[in-house]
Nanobody
Protein backbone atom coordinates (compact mmCIF):
# COMPACT_ATOMS: atom_id res chain seq x y z
CA UNK A 1 0.00 0.00 0.00
CA UNK A 2 1.41 3.36 -1.03
CA UNK A 3 1.73 5.72 1.86
CA UNK A 4 3.10 9.11 2.72
CA UNK A 5 3.86 9.66 6.37
CA UNK A 6 4.83 13.08 7.69
CA UNK A 7 6.69 13.72 10.92
CA UNK A 8 8.73 16.42 12.57
CA UNK A 9 6.08 18.95 13.42
CA UNK A 10 5.90 20.63 16.79
CA UNK A 11 5.78 23.87 18.68
CA UNK A 12 8.58 26.41 18.46
CA UNK A 13 9.10 30.06 19.18
CA UNK A 14 9.41 32.65 16.48
CA UNK A 15 12.85 32.43 14.86
CA UNK A 16 13.20 28.75 15.58
CA UNK A 17 13.66 25.84 13.17
CA UNK A 18 11.99 22.54 12.39
CA UNK A 19 12.63 19.83 9.84
CA UNK A 20 9.65 18.00 8.46
CA UNK A 21 10.03 14.53 6.99
CA UNK A 22 7.83 12.67 4.54
CA UNK A 23 8.54 8.97 4.30
CA UNK A 24 7.26 7.63 0.99
CA UNK A 25 6.92 4.24 -0.63
CA UNK A 26 9.49 3.65 -3.36
CA UNK A 27 6.52 3.07 -5.68
CA UNK A 28 6.20 6.83 -5.98
CA UNK A 29 9.70 7.50 -7.17
CA UNK A 30 9.49 7.26 -10.95
CA UNK A 31 11.65 9.39 -13.22
CA UNK A 32 8.77 11.86 -13.56
CA UNK A 33 7.46 12.23 -10.03
CA UNK A 34 6.75 15.52 -8.36
CA UNK A 35 6.34 16.01 -4.63
CA UNK A 36 5.45 18.96 -2.53
CA UNK A 37 4.69 20.35 0.86
CA UNK A 38 1.37 22.08 1.44
CA UNK A 39 -0.06 23.77 4.49
CA UNK A 40 -3.45 24.79 5.73
CA UNK A 41 -4.13 27.12 8.60
CA UNK A 42 -7.53 27.31 10.33
CA UNK A 43 -9.97 29.31 8.25
CA UNK A 44 -7.60 29.54 5.30
CA UNK A 45 -7.25 27.71 2.02
CA UNK A 46 -4.58 25.11 1.52
CA UNK A 47 -1.48 26.52 -0.12
CA UNK A 48 1.61 25.03 -1.65
CA UNK A 49 4.77 25.81 0.29
CA UNK A 50 7.48 24.05 -1.72
CA UNK A 51 7.64 21.50 -4.51
CA UNK A 52 10.14 19.45 -6.47
CA UNK A 53 10.00 17.70 -9.85
CA UNK A 54 12.43 14.88 -10.42
CA UNK A 55 12.84 14.92 -14.22
CA UNK A 56 13.66 18.63 -14.50
CA UNK A 57 15.24 19.03 -11.05
CA UNK A 58 12.92 22.01 -10.75
CA UNK A 59 12.00 23.41 -7.36
CA UNK A 60 9.35 25.89 -6.33
CA UNK A 61 8.94 27.97 -3.18
CA UNK A 62 6.09 30.21 -2.17
CA UNK A 63 7.19 33.81 -1.84
CA UNK A 64 6.35 33.74 1.86
CA UNK A 65 8.96 31.05 2.56
CA UNK A 66 11.74 31.82 0.08
CA UNK A 67 15.09 32.04 1.79
CA UNK A 68 13.74 30.33 4.91
CA UNK A 69 12.53 26.90 3.78
CA UNK A 70 14.41 24.24 1.78
CA UNK A 71 12.91 21.17 0.15
CA UNK A 72 15.15 18.16 -0.39
CA UNK A 73 15.07 14.42 -0.86
CA UNK A 74 17.38 11.82 0.64
CA UNK A 75 17.80 9.05 -1.91
CA UNK A 76 19.19 6.72 0.71
CA UNK A 77 16.01 6.52 2.76
CA UNK A 78 13.32 7.59 0.28
CA UNK A 79 12.37 10.56 2.40
CA UNK A 80 11.36 14.08 1.41
CA UNK A 81 12.35 16.85 3.81
CA UNK A 82 11.34 20.42 4.45
CA UNK A 83 13.88 22.37 6.46
CA UNK A 84 12.18 25.39 7.98
CA UNK A 85 14.31 28.14 9.47
CA UNK A 86 13.45 31.51 10.97
CA UNK A 87 9.89 30.38 11.59
CA UNK A 88 7.19 32.98 12.03
CA UNK A 89 3.75 32.83 13.67
CA UNK A 90 2.22 33.02 10.17
CA UNK A 91 3.83 29.64 9.42
CA UNK A 92 1.51 28.00 11.93
CA UNK A 93 -0.53 25.39 10.06
CA UNK A 94 -1.03 21.73 9.38
CA UNK A 95 1.62 20.67 6.89
CA UNK A 96 0.97 17.95 4.33
CA UNK A 97 3.14 16.02 1.93
CA UNK A 98 1.73 15.15 -1.51
CA UNK A 99 3.00 13.32 -4.57
CA UNK A 100 2.23 12.48 -8.17
CA UNK A 101 4.10 9.56 -9.72
CA UNK A 102 3.98 11.08 -13.19
CA UNK A 103 3.84 14.85 -13.47
CA UNK A 104 4.35 17.49 -16.14
CA UNK A 105 4.51 20.14 -13.45
CA UNK A 106 6.74 20.95 -10.52
CA UNK A 107 3.55 20.69 -8.48
CA UNK A 108 1.76 17.42 -7.71
CA UNK A 109 -1.37 18.90 -9.32
CA UNK A 110 -3.45 15.73 -9.22
CA UNK A 111 -2.51 14.98 -5.65
CA UNK A 112 -2.41 11.24 -6.25
CA UNK A 113 -1.08 10.62 -2.77
CA UNK A 114 -1.40 12.59 0.45
CA UNK A 115 -0.12 12.16 3.93
CA UNK A 116 -2.10 12.70 7.11
CA UNK A 117 -0.33 15.91 8.04
CA UNK A 118 1.86 17.19 10.85
CA UNK A 119 1.09 20.26 12.94
CA UNK A 120 3.49 23.18 13.13
CA UNK A 121 2.83 25.87 15.73
CA UNK A 122 4.98 28.97 16.00
CA UNK A 123 4.52 31.29 18.96
CA UNK A 124 5.62 34.90 19.10
Amino acid sequence: QVQLQESGGGSVQSGGSLRLSCAASTYIYTTYYSMGWFRQAPGKEREVVAAFRRSSRQTYYADSVKGRFTISRDNADDTLYLQMNNLKPDDTAMYYCAADRYSCSVFPVRGDFWGQGTQVTVSS
